[in-house]
């Protein structure tokens, strides 16, 4: 069946740094676009980023170029990495298909929380 583990997310000062990762298992990671999304309170999940099987990867307006999107096929995981963090950008972050939920799963995510 299919996990998806987010971890590295944190409480870091605004214009720090974070680097999330997410190791996916019970698919075959390598087909599939991959992308990070977000949810903060009382807000819509959000995508944010994401990569092609291939390799080529875009971002929301938001975080375009503070966010990079970085994928390891031979180690089934996808990373995020984030600079010059903003408050806004607090939410609990999650990986997952860019086509969807994959067989409507989601993991448990990895809080982020920028403090001004």
């Known amino acids: 069946q299919v996990q998806l583990v987010e971890s590295g997310g944190g409480l870091v000062q605004a214009g720090g740094s974070l680097r999330l990762s997410c190791a996916a298992s019970g698919i075959i990671f390598r087909i599939y676009a991959m992308g990070w999304y977000r949810q903060a309170p009382g807000k819509q999940r959000e995508l944010v980023a994401g990569?092609?099987?291939?390799?080529?990867?875009n971002y929301g307006d938001s975080v375009k170029g503070r966010f990079t999107i970085s994928r390891d096929n031979g180690k089934n995981m996808v990373y995020l990495q984030m600079n010059s963090l903003k408050p806004e950008d607090t939410a609990v972050y999650y990986c997952?298909?860019?086509?969807?939920?994959?067989?409507?799963?989601w993991g448990q995510g990895t809080q982020v929380t920028v403090s001004s």
């Open positions: 997952n298909s860019l086509g969807g939920p994959l067989n409507g799963y």
């Open positions: 990569i092609t099987s291939g390799g080529n990867s």
